[in-house]
Nanobody, 121 residues
Framework: QVQPVESGGGLVQAGGSLRLSCKAS????????MGWFRQAPGKAREFVAT????????YYADSVKGRFTISRDNAKNTVYLQMNSLRPEDTAVYYC??????????????WGQGTQVTVFS
């Protein structure tokens, strides 16, 4: 099982960029499709992006497409989320998780503590 630890969040002005990292424990990290999710205050957790374990194919929520890029380094057991052109509505706690086989946006397993991203205008 993969245990994720997120980092890289912070306070940024609208239009700015941040890169989030998710370092995961577990010897089988490279076998899992990994995803990023976020939860804004008072809202449900939502899917942001996924990257498959095999081909590295990426999938994105419409709200972040063209602005965010997910990538992974299996040698470092780490998944990244490069966030550009940030907007105030991107403000949330960001989490990474393993993704259920056969899906692109259904998480399973352990959640990390998340990392806070705050975008001000």
């Amino acid at each position: 099982q993969v245990q994720p630890v997120e980092s890289g969040g912070g306070l940024v002005q609208a239009g700015g960029s941040l890169r989030l990292s998710c370092k995961a424990s577990g010897r089988t990290f490279s076998s899992y499709t990994m995803g990023w999710f976020r939860q804004a205050p008072g809202k449900a957790r939502e899917f942001v992006a996924t990257i498959t374990w095999s081909s590295g194919t990426a999938y994105y929520a419409d709200s972040v497409k063209g602005r965010f890029t997910i990538s992974r380094d299996n040698a470092k057991n780490t998944v990244y989320l490069q966030m550009n052109s940030l907007r105030p509505e991107d403000t949330a706690v960001y989490y990474c998780a393993t993704i259920q086989a056969g899906t692109v946006d259904r998480p399973f397993g352990s959640w990390g503590q998340g990392t806070q991203v705050t975008v001000f205008s």
